[in-house]
């Protein structure tokens, strides 16, 4: 599984829109990049996923260059509700399999 | 929306005890994990679980660590003899064939 690094921290305010960039440079090539949310005190709840280029749904949209060895996700105008852990995940075949996170990014949206 | 359900939410039990958590996945799904989060640091693989037996499990899951599907709708978790240093807070998945996993709420484990 790949190996991702992401930052550690990030702030925003109500409004923005909000990028959490991620590096992977060992992903494999049938490794989908996946990201999940995490709450405080809740289990981690899946975002988006994408293999290559962009992929958006009525959540956030992932962007992943052609190299694959780095993605973003972008969150469009973030509430303060959008307050949490996010994680960058690499996942064989995009399918079920056992999920090992790293620490995340924890993005704080002030008002 | 079809959820994990976890219970109990919170169990205090003393260190020695016997511990069961117990989960219902999504009824459809096919694979069943635990993972578990000690306060403050990230989330941990356990175990997973798929047609009747243990697909994978990492290396914190010793021979203390047990999961049994028992009727076809809950999947358990049990620990044999609690430490303190089990103290944290305890998820359960599922997933279909194809497909994200989905979290249930947690049951948080206090061992004191």
């Known amino acids: 599984l790949a190996k991702t690094t992401q930052p550690i921290s990030m702030d925003s305010y109500e409004g923005q829109e909000v990028n959490i960039t991620c590096s992977h440079n060992?992903?494999?090539?049938?490794?989908?990049i996946t990201w999940y949310q995490q709450f405080p005190s809740q289990g981690p709840r899946f975002i988006i996923q994408g293999y290559k280029t962009k992929v958006t749904n009525e959540v956030a949209s992932l962007f992943i260059p052609a190299d694959r060895k780095s993605s973003t996700l972008s969150l469009p105008r973030v509430s303060l509700s959008d307050t949490a852990v996010y994680y960058c995940?690499?996942?064989?075949?995009?399918?079920?399999?056992?999920?090992?996170f790293g620490k995340g990014t924890k993005l704080s949206v002030k008002p | 929306e079809p959820e994990v359900t976890q219970t109990p939410s919170h169990q205090v039990t003393q260190m020695g005890q016997e511990v069961i958590l117990r989960c219902v996945p999504i009824?459809?799904?096919?694979?069943f994990y635990w993972y578990r989060q000690i306060l403050g640091q990230k989330v941990e693989f356990l175990v997973s679980?798929?047609?009747?037996?243990?697909?994978?499990k990492s290396e914190i899951f010793d021979d203390q660590f047990s999961v049994e599907r028992p009727d076809g709708s809950n999947f358990t978790l049990k620990i044999r003899s609690t430490k303190l240093e089990d103290s944290a807070m305890y998820f359960c998945?599922?997933?279909?064939?194809?497909?994200?996993?989905?979290f249930g709420q947690g049951t948080r484990l206090t061992v004191v």
């Open positions: 998945a599922s997933s279909p064939l194809r497909g994200e996993a989905f």
């Open positions: 009824s459809n799904h096919l694979y």
């Open positions: 060992n992903i494999a090539t049938n490794d989908y």
């Open positions: 679980f798929y047609n009747n037996e243990i697909s994978e």
């Open positions: 995940l690499g996942l064989y075949g995009g399918s079920q399999g056992n999920l090992i």
